[in-house]
Nanobody, 121 residues
Framework: QVHLVESGGGLVQPGGSLRLSCVAS????????MYWVRQAPGKGLEWVSR????????YYADSVEGRFTISRDNAKNTLYLQMDSVEPDDTALYYC??????????????RGQGTQVTVSS
């Protein structure tokens, strides 16, 4: 059974940094592309970043390009999101996502309970 547990969220001031983690279990983590997505209050899910199974390829939404860095440690079955220079618009519930099958959309993938990030002074 796919199990994803996000952590690392919290309250941070604008311009600050946070590092989110997602520990995965129940599937061969190193075989899958993984995603970070977020949901701001009153809004739908928004894709943030994705990383290939071997870490060689990464993509970012325009809104976070140059500020966020996705990474993974396949030996630890863990996905990371380093968030730097955060802005109030980054306030959201952050989820890691594994698509249900190879090539499937992230939108109906497996995700954990999320970790809340609040950017405020």
């Amino acid at each position: 059974q796919v199990h994803l547990v996000e952590s690392g969220g919290g309250l941070v001031q604008p311009g600050g940094s946070l590092r989110l983690s997602c520990v995965a279990s129940g599937f061969p983590f190193s075989n899958y592309w993984m995603y970070w997505v977020r949901q701001a209050p009153g809004k739908g899910l928004e894709w943030v970043s994705r990383i290939s199974s071997g870490s060689s390829i990464t993509y970012y939404a325009d809104s976070v390009e140059g500020r966020f860095t996705i990474s993974r440690d396949n030996a630890k079955n863990t996905l990371y999101l380093q968030m730097d220079s955060v802005e109030p618009d980054d306030t959201a519930l952050y989820y890691c996502v594994r698509p249900k099958s190879f090539g499937a959309s992230w939108e109906d993938g497996y995700r954990g309970q999320g970790t809340q990030v609040t950017v405020s002074s």
